[in-house]
């Protein structure tokens, strides 16, 4: 009897599997037929236990301001477009037309390809990224490739071959109409492999205002799914994005391959290993502060003099 106990805690502590697909933590049963979670990842591609792994957790006071990491030109993500959106099992994916880039940020020239999210249980933490260790409900990833491929599997063979644009969401009282378009479809894609169209999208709209994208951290990864190709330059902006509870609970009316809720939908932070964090210039609105400051000090001392 005893033996027969210690072999069932052995077996469901270890939840070996034989799936040959990747998963998230989330669907992985002790059942033989279970599909392969974030620790087993490896076994799926092996670059998964590589040194350059996303996400991290980014520790703040660990990051260094750089001067070049500059404001973003964003080209045509104001333009009005019709995009596919996919229930590909993992997640929500929006395949993007041609056209939609970016510039600047210390980044040559990159083509949007898809823009999907990450998010967590019951509005949750459910961000892929941390900042020193607080997970948000929700993480946006807009993934772009370098100009000069012409595909994500070209990409993926070079360091930088793809440059991905990283948001978090932050639960808001208010309802977040920018996103109406998009939850409201999702209702059209509840199990995996259908897809709807979205008209007259605008990404602009799902993101910050522009004078909000100025506060950004900058490092060097991978993709957060297997082939976890490190190929990827990160951008992850420290504005989050408002949503309604109402409006981040929708994304868990989509199911999974096994039908079974899509929640937790999240790779857990992987080691930095020596690798840099940078943050963008934003010190210099604390520089002039303490410019004012000092000017004021400086006036209140001639007053007092006279
Ligand atoms: C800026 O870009 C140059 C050229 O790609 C690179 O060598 C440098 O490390 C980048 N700086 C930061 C802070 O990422
Ligand atoms: C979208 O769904 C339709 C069926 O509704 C299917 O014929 C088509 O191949 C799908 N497109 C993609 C890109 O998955
Ligand atoms: C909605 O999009 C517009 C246009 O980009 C922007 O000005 C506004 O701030 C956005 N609203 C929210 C709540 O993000
Ligand atoms: C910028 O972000 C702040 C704080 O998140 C917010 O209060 C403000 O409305 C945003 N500005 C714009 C123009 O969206
Ligand atoms: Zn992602």
Not at 31 to 46: A, M, R
Not at 87 to 93: D, K, L, R
Not at 173 to 186: G, H, V
Request: hydrophobic content about 35%.
């Amino acid at each position: 009897m005893r033996q027969i106990l210690f072999s069932l805690t052995l077996a469901s502590l270890l939840c070996i599997s034989s799936g040959a697909e990747w998963c998230y933590l989330s669907q992985v049963t002790c059942e033989s037929s279970s599909c392969k979670g974030p620790k087993e990842w490896n076994k799926v591609h092996p670059d998964c236990a590589g040194d350059n792994q996303s996400p991290i957790n980014i520790i703040t006071k660990r990051t260094l301001r750089n001067n070049d990491l500059m404001t973003f030109t964003f080209t045509d993500y104001d333009k009005q477009t019709i995009a596919l959106m996919k229930n590909n099992g993992h997640s929500v994916q929006v395949s993007l037309p041609t056209g939609k880039k970016i510039s600047g940020g210390n980044l040559t020239t990159y083509k949007a390809l898809q823009f999907h999210l990450h998010w967590g249980t019951d509005g949750g933490p459910g961000s892929e990224h941390t900042i020193d260790g607080e997970q948000f409900p929700m993480e946006l990833h807009i993934v772009h490739i370098k100009d000069t491929h012409s595909s994500l599997d070209q990409a993926v063979k070079e360091k930088d071959g793809i440059a991905v644009l990283g948001f978090f969401y932050q639960e808001s009282p208010e309802e977040n109409k920018n996103y109406t378009k998009l939850i409201d479809a999702l209702d059209k894609i509840t199990d995996m492999g259908l897809n709807t169209t979205l008209q007259g999208l605008r990404l602009d709209e799902l993101i910050p205002a522009p004078e909000n994208l100025t506060k950004y951290y900058r490092y060097e990864g991978s993709l957060t799914t297997p082939d976890c190709s490190e190929a990827v330059v990160w951008t992850v902006f420290e504005n989050p994005i408002p949503l309604s509870k109402e409006q981040i609970l929708a994304f868990t009316k989509l199911n999974f391959k096994d039908m079974k809720s899509m929640v937790d939908t999240f790779r857990p932070v992987q080691k930095l290993n020596n690798r840099i964090v940078y943050r963008s210039g934003s010190n210099v609105v604390v520089a002039s502060m303490a410019l004012l400051a000092a000017s004021l000090l400086s006036t209140v001392g001639v007053s007092w003099l006279h």
